[in-house]
């Protein structure tokens, strides 16, 4: 198709962020975790494990979109799925934040790790829905949705290494 030809450079770039953050996001981790505190699992699966589920469909947004497709319906029921499913997690990470004893979150908190994800779920899953009477425009749609849940990867990875080493190591806690 075309118009998913057009979206070739875009989605390399997405594509190859998402999968070094990926790796990168591990290896950070990996060097928190030699430094466990009491109640991380509860914040890592409310904080950590969603960023790594967000660069992972950034990811997988940009394979789709480069797959050869003859039309529009495949990677647009895909879409619809990955929305669905993002949206779903999105009210589970909500559940998470609440539980967990380890931080408060604040609204901040609250933003990247639930409204803007959703947001780019919800937009992602529309756009699955727009596509078979405005792919072009549909195409925008998961364009931005893929672009969001990338800043927001960023923006949470960021975060969580900067309350990490500014918070936790200046109260000793590791």
Known sequence: MAELAQWES????????????????????TLIA????LGAADAGAAFATPTIVHFGTALL???????????????????????????VYAFVVARRMRGQTAYRPQFEDWLFHVVLPLAAY???ALSAF????????AL???????????????HN?????SYHVFVNMRNGQD
Do not use: C, N
């Not at 030699?34 to 505190?37: A, G, I, L």
């Not at 990875?157 to 290494?161: C, M, P």
């Open 34 to 37: 030699q430094k466990p505190q």
């Open 130 to 137: 727009a596509a078979f009477s405005h792919a072009r425009e």
């Open 122 to 124: 919800v937009t992602l």
């Open 140 to 154: 925008f749609g998961v364009g931005g949705a893929a672009l969001v849940l990338l800043f927001v990867g960023i």
């Open 157 to 161: 990875a960021w975060d969580a290494v």
């Open 10 to 29: 875009f989605y390399v770039i997405v594509g190859g962020g998402a999968a070094a953050l990926i790796g990168l996001q591990f290896v950070v981790l």
């Open 61 to 87: 947004l940009a394979a789709l979109v480069r797959v050869p497709w003859e039309t529009i319906m495949p990677p647009a029921v895909l879409w619809g799925i990955v929305g669905f499913a993002g949206a």
